[in-house]
Every structure is written in C-alpha cells, then in structure tokens.
C-alpha cells in the first residue's frame, strides 16, 4: 500500500522482482470522473500545468485540483521541443527566473522519484560575427552577476570541447567564438511530463485528459468555472497553462493577448556512435544540435516565418536545415534524417511570456511561451502555484505580467530568447 | 510550401512573401487613448482559421497585399478589396478603430 501523497517507489530491487513474476505496473495516475467542483482548475496538462497543480498540492496543500486537457499528457509543446534546459539569459530579470529553473531541475528526479535523465552536458551559443560576440559578452557579464556560470570562449577552446566543428576561418560564417555555459544541458522531455503527473495524482490532483474547455463562465468580471466536453465544472481560479492554443482559450473568458502562434520544427537523423557531447547553438545560422543517449542527433530551428496552427513539416525546413548543420560539422555529410515534426510557440512582441493576473478575476495566466517553455517549466509551475495560493504576484515573475504591454514595460530578452535554446 | 495569390503577380509561392500581420485598422493617432493604440500595436486575434492578412510580395512586385489565410490548413484566396496600405490592410476606418476585429472576416 502506498501512502497518500507519496507515489509508489521505484527501487532496482522492484524492477528485478516484477521482471521476474511479470506482475503489472501500477498506472502513473488514475482516471476519474469529472466532479462539480474544484478549488482550481489548470488547463493544460503539460509540464507548465503538471508542475502547477503539483506544486500546489505539495508546497500548499491545495488538493483539489483539476488538470484538464483536450489531448494527452504532454502531446503539445512539452513533447514536442528539443528539450534543452539552460538559464545564460540576458536581462538579470531572464537570468533569475531561468536559473530558478535549472536549480529545480538538478532535483527533480529525487523530489518525484522518476528518473528525468537529467545531462548538464554544457551549452555553447556561437558567435560569428563582432555584434553576436559583443552580446555575448554582455550575457556573460549579466550571468556571472546573477551567480550564473558563463564565459566567452575562443574557437581554440570550442575545437577542443566539439571536435567535429569547423571552426577554421574560411567558411561562409566562421566561428569567433562562443559562449560557454556549462550548467545548460538536455533533459528527458516525456520524463519530465510523466514525473509530474505521477507525483501530482498521488497528491490528490486528478488529471483530466481528452477533456477539451470549450466555454469559461465570467460574471461580473470574475471567473466562476469552466465548461468542457465532459460536462460544467464550477473553480474560483482558473490557470491557462495552454501552448499554442492560449489565445483561443483566453479569448473564451474575453481577454484578448498579444500573441501570435507560429509552428517550429525539427527533426532527428538516424543513431551513431556517440560523438557531440554539449549543446551546439547558432543564432546566425538558426540551428541547434545535441545528440541524445540513443545517438540520433536533434535539430532545432527557428519559428516558420508566418503564424500558423499547421503542424505539418515542410521540405524547405529539411533543405535549410540540413545546409545551415552541414555548415556547422560538414562530417556528419551522410547522416540520413529519421524524422521531422513541428510543434506550435506562442510568440509575444518582447519574447518573454505573459504570467500572471488578468482583467478577469480568477482567471490566471501562464502563457507566450514562445520557444524556450519547457525550460521554465518547474519555476512557472512553482510561482503559478505560489500566486494561486496567496493571492499575490510572486517577484520572480513580476515582469512578465500582461499589463506591461498596456504600460510601455516590456522586458526584451530578444537578444537570448530568439534561436537559442 | 503554399501559394498565395496576389492580385498583380498571380498565384505564387509564399517564399517569395513576407508576412507582415493582421489586418487591422490604424486608430486616429489624434484621437486614439495610449489603450486603443497599444491594443493596435500588441494584441492579435491569432485565430485558428480564415484570416485577412496583410503580405509583402518581396520578391515579386512589391507591393503590400491583402489575402485570406485559414491559418490551420494554410488554404489561401483572394479578398474582394485591396488593402489600402502597410499593416493597414483590407479595413475601413471607423470612429471605435481601437477595435482590432472591427474587420474581421471570418
């Protein structure tokens, strides 16, 4: 029997035993009906949402608490990134936050036994030109302030850390050097998902999945619940922890954002033998490269150049991509593409995401979280949590409210945010 | 890869475009309150379906153009109207132009 609020163990010791009697898993978490009320309902049941419900059950004893969403666990954008963690931002404000981040990830696995594959393999964001490298400097000076391990380093020291890279001086785009950032890494995506989920169903949270919210109640400027293909749910505070759809969703309870969706795609190349260890960023050639545990290396690029809820890949992605990592490690010439796929990004004018209060009481925003979502997931979750709880705007997240646009605030991290994942 | 219609150069495809936004009217800068020009600069009605856009055709006449997207299939056709000019597309103004979806069309 396990006791409430602590999922079952996982222990080498209970994975030889059921290897040997074939006894069943457990499921992570359960299924339940949809009650008629709840103290807080999150929409979005991915790891914004996950690590928001979890975090208020586990910091604040709010139990009652419905996820709702109209796919899966994690089938939107928290399954779908390049799933690099990393907190070499620019504004001392970015800075913070994503390192909150980083320190919540270092300890996640053990915080909800469930091995999130956690590598602090180093990040490297490439400079190839003096006004990337000067910004560079400049992101270093601000890490190192904020107690963040960054440095500029020489294409010397890039050829020692990635032998495969070409950093001779008489490519299209040579390389003058990069900033180094050790602490950054990848992470396991899906882990990281399934590891909220389960530790926040054995807190009480019930998940809701393929239950779609397709109307929010508000009654004199204040929310009063959801309705959703399941039925009516009526929750003082509804949180909108969606990517991609989060300006239909909040078009629901009337508040109009200032975001665009555009799809991003990427792509994986068939396993080798394991040779790239950190992450390899370029901003000039928009591209991003690490290699998983499996050996399939993962592309990243930017966001398609028009907004769109499509998700379909596109052959002129695969050209681009493949011309701009040829250029980058021209060995890896004959490597064969496995498969591409797009995900959707909530892009906001200032690139940073919009937390926080609305016009509507009641009703939450954990939203426009462009390219660099799951990163922060834990930290939202806990200052989403920590906002739900006390009625108060956590400072960590101060900046990133929405009526910075209404008052001429923005917060322009688009010097680290834009490619640099 | 999609095609776009423009209205000088015919179907085309949409590499040679930029996009450049919504269509929406420009609120008097007279008369507009910092709300109705902010909410013309930042918010978006991002729709999840047929959209007027407005379009450079960089690479072809160069000319800024108004064209219907679904934003879901990226199924393109043409507006009845030209876009009088810039970001400005395919709209009229009227006094309440702070109203970004005044001209909507979906």
Same mark, same amino acid.
């Given at each position: ?21 074939? #006894? ?43 996820? &709702? @969403? ?59 030109? @003096? ?29 020692? *850390? ?27 995506? @899906? ?31 204040? &929310? ?22 989060? %300006? ?8 109009? *954002? ?51 809820? %499509?998700?379909?890949? %596109? ?21 064969? &593409? ?26 939450? *925003? ?20 920590? *906002? ?15 009526? #910075? ?17 | ?60 006449? #160069? ?40 001209? %909507?069309?979906?």
């Amino acid at each position: 029997m396990k006791r409430r609020g602590r999922p079952t163990t996982y222990s080498a010791g209970g994975l030889v035993s059921r290897g040997l009697t074939h #006894r069943e898993w457990p499921p992570a978490w359960r299924r339940h009906d949809l009650q008629a009320t709840y103290d807080v309902v999150v929409i979005g049941a991915g790891v914004h949402g996950l690590a928001t419900a979890y975090y208020l059950a586990a910091n604040h004893g709010i139990r009652k608490v419905a996820v &709702v @969403d109209k796919g899966y666990v994690g089938g939107g954008g928290s399954g779908r990134n390049t799933a690099i963690v990393r907190s070499n931002y620019l504004t001392p404000e970015g800075v913070r936050f994503y390192d909150r981040s980083v320190k919540l990830y270092e300890r996640l696995a053990a915080d909800l036994n469930f091995n999130v594959m956690f590598s602090q393999r180093g990040h490297l964001t490439l400079a190839h030109n @003096d006004g990337s490298l000067r910004t560079m400097r400049w992101r270093a000076e601000v890490n190192k302030l904020e107690g963040v391990d960054s440095q500029v380093i020489s294409p010397d020291e890039i050829a020692e *850390l990635v032998p495969f890279m070409d950093v001779s001086a008489d490519t299209r785009y040579p390389i003058l050097g990069a900033l180094y950032h050790p602490p950054g890494g990848t992470i396991r995506h @899906d882990a990281v998902n399934w590891g909220y989920a389960r530790a926040a169903d054995a807190l009480g949270v019930e998940i809701h999945q393929n239950t779609e919210v397709v109307g929010i109640d508000v009654e004199d400027g204040r &929310v009063q619940g959801v309705r959703t293909t399941r039925g009516h749910v009526s929750a003082p505070v509804v949180v909108n922890c969606t990517a991609g759809w989060a %300006s239909l969703v909040s078009e629901l309870a009337g508040v109009r *954002l200032p975001i665009s969706t555009h799809p991003l795609q990427a792509a994986v190349t068939e396993p080798v033998k394991v040779f790239l260890d950190t992450v390899v960023v370029s901003g000039t050639l928009h591209v991003y490269v690490s290699q998983t545990d499996r050996g399939e290396l993962v592309f990243g690029a930017s966001t398609d150049p028009y907004p769109s809820y %499509s998700m379909r890949g %596109s052959l002129e992605f695969t050209e681009e991509l493949a011309g701009h990592v040829l250029e980058l490690m021209p060995s890896i010439a004959k490597l064969r &593409v496995l498969r591409q796929w797009a995900g959707l990004c909530d892009m906001t004018p200032d690139f940073s995401p919009i937390m926080g209060v609305t016009p509507v009481a009641g009703f939450l *925003l954990d939203v426009g979280w462009g390219t660099y979502g799951f990163k922060a997931g834990p930290v939202a979750g806990e200052a989403m949590a920590e *906002l739900v709880a006390t009625g108060r705007t956590p400072e960590i997240i101060a900046a990133f409210d929405l009526a #910075r646009f209404q008052d001429g605030r923005l917060v322009g991290e688009k010097g680290a945010a834009a490619v640099g994942h | 890869m999609f095609r776009i219609p423009c209205p000088h150069c015919g179907l085309r495809n949409v590499s040679e475009f930029r996009h450049v936004g919504e269509a929406r009217t420009r609120p008097d800068p007279h008369t507009a309150t910092p709300e109705q020009w902010r909410a013309y600069l930042y918010e978006q009605r991002n729709v999840a379906g047929w959209s007027v856009e407005s379009w450079y055709h960089g690479s072809g006449c #160069r000319q800024y153009i108004g064209v219907e997207r679904h934003t879901v299939t990226n199924e393109t056709r043409p507006i009845a109207r030209a876009p009088e000019s810039g970001h400005a597309a395919a709209g009229s103004a009227s006094p309440d132009a702070g109203a970004p979806d005044a001209d %909507s069309a979906s």
